[in-house]
């Protein structure tokens, strides 16, 4: 499996003496798309600044696409950091700057494909107002029009959801998932679990500057055990029937009893639960979101950590 | 370089002289920098300098070339060093304030085409406003005093479209010292995100510059100053041309010059791009 984003050991150490970035090993697999988690603060948006070469690793590398990220960057749309343009030039104009910066672009077909970009996130009404008089979505909108100005292979989008309205969000979800189905690999950022769990195949989540897990949304899951939940008016005798039947850490309280499915197949529970007679009022088998496994991983603490 | 590569710089070229002259606060400034000259032509209409006064202005009355040339000399004073500071100042430290230079790096932009590109617009902006002070000068002036022959400082008479040819030298001259100026703008506007900062840094230099050339006792490290040969255009208004002190001041600009863009480049080179 080739991989569109690869990095190993990566490290940055600020001048402040803080560790930011500490030796992440990432692996986005092409074709993927990654949605890369963490607290703030957790150092994805420096990692993400490591891998498109605005700052030097203290330690480690990285690779795009197979190559060095200068060579590899023509080829790649990126979003860092919220978006930034000419404030007292329109939306057009600022594309138009960003376009005629790029020499492999073709000027030929420059009004085309920037009425294109523009059109795709739903901005050719506002294309000839200032950038000044935009909307925080619209900014957004512009940064994302930016990355679309030739076709990539990869994206990479530091919260490319940030400040877009539901309709805004649904149709930069939509573009995403567009561009992963014609073969773009994308490693977005992203502080939205339900974004992740919509559109994403892999994730890797950050703490405190540290990869701490990595792979398909799959396998994350089941890093972590499914429990099934029963609800009941007789919790006590519930629990008991459910150890006996082999389940784990069987817990009860007012109302339910839970217990780790293990490989049971949750149909024998509810049978073995019927033949014991306890009156079953509901019954749920609670596969962990990735939420309760983010949770895990980075703690539960809402300061960021300095 | 190809030329197809060379096509596409000239297109990033282009759009760096559209952000420049694009902006309504540069026009604002090029309008003052033109009012001066305005102003001198005017004011020698209503009262007439003596033909002993010192400078270009004793000429004014009888050749309107003579505006465009103490235009000239009382801008490089502050204004002109005051625009070029301002530019300079924005070149890279602006982009950064505006987080703008995250995307054209991401472009991608190869730092060096980045920090050449800069520079060649600094020095046609440079061009321009001198160009902007003498073209203004040279119209008020003809317009209100008329051309003809042009007495030069040696006291030789030649006739208009030499003087005109002088005054095209002097421009230049004035050019190639304000882009001296621009590169040690450009290597300041490397070292932060505050573009306004680095501008009045700049501006500050300049005008220390100027200060430590008035001192005699430190008349030692006087034609080492960025500025101390700014004022020796008055070599290329004599017959025949000297280059007396015009040469040593297009060698020092040339010297300014080098350093400067290599350090605004090695600096740049290597720079953590955090804002
Ligand atoms: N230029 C800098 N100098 C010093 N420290 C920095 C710099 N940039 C970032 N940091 C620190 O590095 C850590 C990681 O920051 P980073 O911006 O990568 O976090 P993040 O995961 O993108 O957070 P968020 O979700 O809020 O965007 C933070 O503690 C931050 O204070
Ligand atoms: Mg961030």
Redesign the pocket.
């Known amino acids: 499996m080739s991989l569109a984003v690869s990095s190993e050991g990566l490290t940055k150490r ?3 003496g ?1 560790v ?2 500490n030796a992440v090993g990432l692996a986005v697999p092409a074709g993927s798309v990654y949605g890369f988690l ?10 993400i600044r490591m891998l498109l070469g605005l700052i030097e690793p203290t330690a480690g590398s990285s690779n795009l696409l197979g190559t060095t990220s200068f060579a590899a960057l023509p080829d790649v749309g990126s979003l860092v ?1 919220g978006p930034a343009f000419h404030l007292y030039l329109s939306g057009r104009d600022n594309l138009r700057r960003l376009d005629a910066a790029d020499r492999h672009a073709d000027p030929a077909t420059a009004a085309a494909r920037i009425d294109e970009a523009l059109d795709r996130v739903g901005l050719l009404a506002a294309a000839r107002k200032r950038y000044r008089a935009y909307s925080l979505g619209m900014r957004q909108r512009l940064a994302l029009a930016g990355t679309l100005l030739r076709p990539r292979k990869l994206l990479i989008l530091d ?1 490319p959801t940030n400040g877009l309205d539901p309709q805004g969000t649904r149709e930069v979800r939509s573009i995403i998932s567009g561009l992963a189905a014609e073969g773009t690999t994308v490693m977005l ?1 992203t ?1 939205l679990l339900s974004e992740v769990e919509q559109i994403c195949t892999h994730a890797g989540v ?1 703490h405190l ?1 540290k990869l701490v897990a990595q792979g398909s949304l799959p396998a994350l899951r089941a890093g972590s055990e499914t429990r099934v939940r029963v609800e009941t008016s007789h919790p006590a005798e519930a629990g008991r029937c459910l150890e006996a039947l082999g389940l784990k850490d069987v817990s009860s309280a007012d109302g339910e009893a839970r217990g780790l499915l293990g490989d049971l197949a949750p149909e024998d529970i509810v049978a073995g639960l019927v033949r014991a007679g306890v009156p079953v009022r509901g019954f749920a088998v609670e596969r962990p979101g990735l939420e309760e496994l983010f949770v895990h991983l980075t703690g539960e603490g809402f300061d960021v950590s ?1 | 370089m190809s030329v197809a590569s060379l096509a596409g710089t000239g297109r990033f070229f282009r759009s760096e002289l559209l952000l420049i002259f694009g902006r309504r606060r540069n026009w604002l400034g090029l309008a003052i920098l033109a009012v001066v000259p305005v102003i001198i032509a005017v004011a020698a209409k209503v009262n007439a300098p003596g033909e002993d006064e010192g400078g270009f202005f004793g000429g004014i009355t009888t050749n309107g070339l003579f505006v465009a040339l103490a235009a000239l000399s009382v801008e490089l004073g502050f204004f002109l060093p005051l625009a070029i500071s301002t530019i300079a100042g924005d070149a890279v430290a602006g982009e950064a304030n505006q987080g703008t230079l995250r995307y054209l790096l991401t472009v991608p932009v190869h730092r060096t085409r980045l920090i050449a590109v800069k520079f060649a617009a600094l020095v046609v902006f440079a061009a321009t406003a001198v160009l902007t002070v003498v073209g203004t000068g040279m119209i008020a002036g003809l317009l209100l005093f008329g051309g003809g022959k042009m007495t030069l400082l040696s006291g030789t008479e030649i006739g208009f479209w030499g003087g005109l040819g002088r005054v095209a030298m002097v421009s230049g001259y004035a050019a190639v010292c304000l882009s001296a100026l621009a590169a040690i703008g450009l290597f300041v506007s490397t070292l932060t995100e505050q573009p306004i900062g680095a501008g009045i840094a700049v501006l500050i230099l300049y005008i220390v510059s100027q200060i430590l050339d008035t001192i005699p006792q430190l008349s030692a490290i006087g034609p080492y100053l960025p500025t101390h040969y700014w004022f020796a255009f008055g070599d290329l208004l004599r017959d025949p041309v000297s280059f007396n002190s015009a040469g040593p001041g297009l060698l020092s600009a040339g010297i300014y010059t080098l350093i400067f863009t290599t350090a605004a480049w090695a600096r740049f080179a290597t720079k953590d791009v ?1 804002s």
């Open positions: 600020f001048r402040s803080q930011a970035v963490g607290p703030n603060g957790s150092g994805k948006t420096t990692t950091e919260e950022s502080h950050m500057g300095g | 955090t």
